[in-house]
C-alpha cells in the first residue's frame, strides 16, 4: 500500500450514510491495494465461476484465470466437479486454454499428462530420475462447492464451508425461492472492461443511476425512492418493481416461471453474494452478474440469462432469446460506458470523495464490510 495512505483518507466513508464520503480514488487504481485485496478478499473467499449445466459431459472443461491464478474446473469420469491449479508440475506452464472436452490434459511444453481428477499419468523420460515422488504428483487441487446450480471455488484450503459461507448474508433463506437450480444458461455474455473491479457491484446496487443511465431501457419504470433495502453482514438484497428485462417491458414468454407465478408482472429481486456476485431475477428469468479482478484497472465480467426448461420449448424461443441478448448488451453498455468514466475520473488530481447518498445505503453498506476485510473492523470510524 502507498506510505502516504493511512486512516484519515477513508475515515470518512466510515461515517453513517448521510455524513460519509465514497473511497479516495486510489482505492480504484494503486496496485498495492489490488494486490491486498487479492490476498485479503479473493483468495479466501467463495468465487463464483459458473453453472453446473456448462458442464453435461465428462471431461468437460474451462480453464480460467482469477486475481492471476490460473484455475481448470472439469467434471471427471463419474460425474463429479473438480477445481484444480491449472499450473504443470514440472516448469509451471498452465496445462490446457480455453474450455471443451477431453479424455485428459496434456501440457503444451512439455507433453506431462494429467487425468480429469487431477493425478499425473505420465510424463515422458520420467524413468530417467530417480528422487522424485512420481506417485504423489497431481494438479493442486482448489475446493469447489455448488449452491443453487452455481459453481463456486475457494483458493483457501482452511475455508469455511460454502453454505455456512452463503448463511452469513442469509443467501439460502433470501434467495431460495427463486429456485435458480431449476433453471440453465440460454446466453453467457462475457467481457473484459478496463476499469477496476468494485465499480461492477457497486454500481450493479446502484439505485441512484437507474433513472438517468438506463432511462431509456428498463428504468422506464422503477419506483426509486420506494426502494427497500434489506441489509445483511456483507450484502444486501431487495424485492422491487421494474420492468421486464425486453424493450419496452415486453412479456416475451407470456407468463412467469411456475414458481413465481403469484408475483406480478412488475416483480424484481436482486441479492449481493460477496465479493462480487449479482443476482437479478425477473418473473421470467435469471440473470446473475460476476466478475473477476485482471488487474487494478481491468475486470472480467460475466452476465448470464436462465430459463426454466420449459421456455426453450417455445415457439420462436430462439428469437424470443435474441430479443433479450440484444437488450442486456445494450443495458450492460450503457453501464460499461459510465465505468469507463469512473475509472478515468477517480484517477485525476481533481478528484474528492463526494457524499453517499440517501439512495447508495447499499453502496455504503459495501464499502464498509470492504473495509472491515481490508483493515479490520477496529479501525472503523
Known sequence: MSAHLDLQDFSRTRQDLLHARHLPGEFYTSPEIFQKEIEQIFMKDWICVGRVEQYTEPGDYRALRIAGEPVLVCKDKNGALHAFANVCQHRGVEVVQGEGNTQEFSCPYHAWTYGLNGELTGAPYSAQVTDFDWKSCRLPGVQLDTWAGYIFINFDPQAESLASYLAVDRVQEAAGFLRAEETRIADEYTFELDCNWKFIPENLMDIYHVGVIHGSSFGKVFPVDKFPFYLTPHGYHSEYESLTM????????????????????????????????????????????????????????????????????????????????????????????????????????????????????????????????????????
Open 246 to 381: 425486453a424493450p419496452d417491458g415486453a412479456w416475451l414468454f407470456g407468463k412467469a416461471m411456475p414458481w413465481l407465478e403469484q408475483k406480478s408482472q412488475s416483480f424484481a429481486f436482486t441479492i449481493f453474494i460477496r465479493p462480487s456476485f449479482n443476482m437479478f431475477a425477473r418473473p421470467d428469468m435469471l440473470q446473475p452478474w460476476f466478475c473477476h479482478p485482471i488487474a487494478p484497472d481491468k475486470t472480467r465480467i460475466t452476465i448470464l440469462t436462465q430459463y426454466p426448461d420449459e421456455w426453450f420449448e417455445q415457439p420462436a424461443f430462439e428469437a424470443k432469446n435474441t430479443v433479450v441478448k440484444d437488450f442486456i448488451r445494450l443495458v450492460a453498455g450503457e453501464d460499461t460506458e459510465m465505468m469507463l468514466s469512473l475509472q478515468n475520473g477517480v484517477g485525476s488530481r481533481h478528484f474528492r470523495p463526494g457524499p453517499t447518498m440517501g439512495l447508495e445505503k447499499a453502496i455504503h453498506h459495501l464499502l464498509n464490510s470492504y473495509l472491515d476485510r481490508m483493515f479490520g473492523t477496529e479501525m472503523a470510524g
